[in-house]
């Protein structure tokens, strides 16, 4: 915060204001490049690999450029020939790895290529080391829910050793009285218990701006909004529908309700529930309340909010069952890990077993195993050998370390997402191009902040805030699930990671439009910009109850996701105009020998799509390809 703009940082931001007038969106290699890019990444085995690292992001844009077609003649050919590649080794492909191994013949072989250094996706998880205390945090995907018992998901679960689902977490301790902790980022526990801040800034006439403590229990009296504001946003906060009718949620995918939601926006279905005007929208809730959709409500189908439901977890104490590990579904994906590759993690296949051991990453790419694991490997061509309903086989490119090589396939799946499937797989029909593009994502960053203690937090009475301006949105300081490596209390003075998640939303553009604009504000920002900023807006928001940004924050570890988040558009769940719904063009059957998976054909961004949508994939490939 005290040192003076680098002369990169300040190009980043001329080039930034004058990003609407770039063309085709931002070349991030002319703005913040390399170490700048990525910054410091924490301690141990996800130090190299937080959020789309330089490299990723290099070799991304190699894909979107046609950097590689046509491929060089001094492409290295492996010799290797697989029953099954599957593209993108996060949970998706990592469940259809699973699904393969467990429903194909004995014998049959499986790559996975994944382009990050570790596996996981966007379950991932940051470590920091602070006053001698293990810290660990989530990149990205942070929260699993406790299922039926008998039901599909629940079975999945307890099959890669997630037998006890239902967490233990921290208990209080100390002398100062206890305050109620959420378990995860989402629950903002203190709303309910006036132990919750709203802070208004400049933009609310304020400097230094000014806090409204248990803002749903003094009814919002005291911020700095018109009377009619306040009325409408407390209705929101309160859930209090305005409608005559009580309003009927989605029971079932598809229903009346849910396909009328998704031929209006978020925005609209907020405006007709709860009596908000437009801009309440999108000055208070946007870009937060997106239905977990990366935008805000302005962008989405109205639909978004409710697709999680059609999941249906177990309803907890409070109406829900969500569980969180310190490292989000990190474990998730480590289990499943354990589970496809035994001695890739060391110890019993359980939440201790894969929290407590290292990755043996040498065990991950042999040739022993029935499935095997390149990491660090982007796949840039992916295309049938021949006739794609006549094919033997199909061939993947990939770059690994700067060089070209090449493998064999009986089948695919394509795990990695939208906006690399449709680049890659070269010889994709027309229906399906055009269904890939009608599917948007937007960026997000993952700012982990490491604090020494959350005391100033605990000073102004608060376990959570939210805030309307400036970097992030919200925070929530959380009592962390017992893996066996974490203190078993917590308390006022314990050293906590403070998780902001960035979301880049631009209200009244395009769904797409605010997607590009957001990437070119994300990738043109250098990781010092960024520290700064969150140290500005710490010390803003808590220089009054003594916090020094220079002595109370630890660490900073940016997660930057170029694509983090679906965002569905009204028509995405069940189609427009009598068009089919996009999704269900991908979903139908496989192409050739190739069929789709991850959590974005869902529409929805959660883990157990990312399993359901791999064993829809895997069993096409299994039912109608391979002989
Ligand atoms: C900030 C954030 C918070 C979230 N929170 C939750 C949550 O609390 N709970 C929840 O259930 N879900 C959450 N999600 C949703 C999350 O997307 C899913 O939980 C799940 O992790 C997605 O897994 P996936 O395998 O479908 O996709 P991804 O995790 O995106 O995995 C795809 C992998 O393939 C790689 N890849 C792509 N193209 C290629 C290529 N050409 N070659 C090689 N590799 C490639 C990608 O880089 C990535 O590593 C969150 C998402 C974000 C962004």
């Not at 920002?525 to 710490?538: A, C, G, L, N, P």
Request: aromatic share 10%; with cysteine; glycine share 12%.
């Amino acid at each position: 915060m005290e040192t003076s703009i680098t002369r990169r940082d300040f190009l980043g931001s001329v080039l930034l204001a004058s990003g609407s007038v770039l063309l085709g969106g931002v070349t991030p290699a002319q703005l913040v490049a390399g170490p700048d890019f990525t910054g410091f990444g924490g301690v141990g085995e996800y130090r190299t690999s937080n959020g789309n690292t330089w490299d990723v992001l290099t070799a991304g844009h190699a894909i979107r450029d046609s950097r590689y077609d046509p491929l060089p003649k001094n492409i290295v050919d492996t010799g290797e020939s697989y029953d099954c590649v599957i593209i993108g080794g996060g949970i998706s492909g990592l469940a259809a790895a699973l699904f393969f191994q467990r429903d194909a013949s004995s014998g049959m072989k499986c790559l996975i290529l994944e382009n990050h250094p570790i596996f996981g996706g966007e379950a991932k998880q940051n470590e920091f080391l602070v006053d001698g205390k293990r810290l660990t945090a989530h990149q990205g995907s942070a929260i699993y829910q406790i299922q039926y018992p008998n039901s599909f998901l629940a079975h999945f679960y307890e099959s890669i050793g997630l037998k006890t689902p239902n967490l233990t977490y921290q208990r209080w301790s100390g002398p100062d009285p206890e305050f109620p902790l959420s378990t995860t980022p989402y629950q903002a526990t203190g709303l309910q218990h006036g132990q919750y801040g709203f802070w208004f800034g400049a933009k609310f006439g304020h400097k230094p701006g000014v806090w409204l403590i248990d803002p749903v229990g003094k009814n919002l009296q005291g911020a700095p909004v018109s009377n009619t504001t306040r009325l409408e946003w407390l209705r929101f906060l309160k859930g209090e529908s305005i409608e005559r009718k009580k309003f009927e949620r989605p029971q079932v995918e598809g229903d009346t309700i849910s396909r009328y939601l998704d031929s209006i926006t978020l925005e609209q279905h907020y405006i007709e529930r709860f009596g908000l005007s437009r801009e309440t929208v999108r000055t208070f809730l946007s870009p937060v309340e997106g239905g977990g959709s990366g935008l805000g409500p302005d962008a989405l189908s109205g639909y978004s909010d409710y697709a999680f439901e059609m999941l249906h977890p177990l309803p907890g104490d409070n109406g829900g069952s969500d569980q969180m590990f310190p490292g989000g579904n990190a474990t998730i994906a480590r289990l499943m890990l354990k589970s496809l590759i035994p001695n890739a993690i060391g110890g019993v296949n359980d939440i201790e077993g894969v929290c407590r051991n290292e990755v043996n990453f040498g065990s991950l790419d042999v040739p022993e195993t029935p499935t095997r694991i390149r990491l660090s490997s982007t796949a840039l061509h992916v295309a049938h050998e021949g006739q794609p309903s006549k094919a033997d086989s199909v061939m993947i490119a990939y770059l690994k370390e700067g060089k070209l090589y090449k493998v064999k396939a009986r089948s695919i799946v394509m795990a990695g997402g939208c906006w690399t499937t449709k680049h890659i797989v070269k010889d994709l029909p027309e229906t399906h191009r055009n269904a890939y593009a009608q599917f948007y994502r937007s960026p997000c960053m993952m700012a982990n902040v490491a604090v020494r203690n959350w005391r100033f937090l605990y000073k102004m009475g608060m376990s959570g805030c939210r805030w309307f301006e400036g970097i992030g949105n919200y925070m929530e300081v959380r009592k962390l699930a017992l893996t066996g490596a974490e203190d078993p209390t917590i308390c006022p003075d314990s050293p906590i990671v403070l998780t902001l998640k960035v979301l880049y939303s631009y209200p009244g553009h395009s769904t797409e439009e605010q997607g590009n604009q957001g990437r070119r504000e994300m990738l043109g920002t250098s990781f010092k910009d960024y520290e700064r900023q969150i140290r500005e807006q710490f010390s803003e928001m808590f220089a009054t109850v003594g916090f020094d940004a220079s002595r109370d924050i630890a660490g900073i570890v940016l997660n930057r996701w170029g694509h983090a988040y679906l965002n569905p558009q009204p028509g995405f769940f069940f189609g427009r105009d009598a068009r089919p719904a996009p999704r269900e063009t991908l979903r139908r059957a496989p192409f050739g020998r190739i069929a789709f998976a991850n959590t974005d054909l869902a529409g929805a961004m959660d883990h157990r799509y990312s399993i359901l949508e791999a064993q829809r994939a895997v069993r096409q490939l299994l039912d109608q390809v391979l002989t």
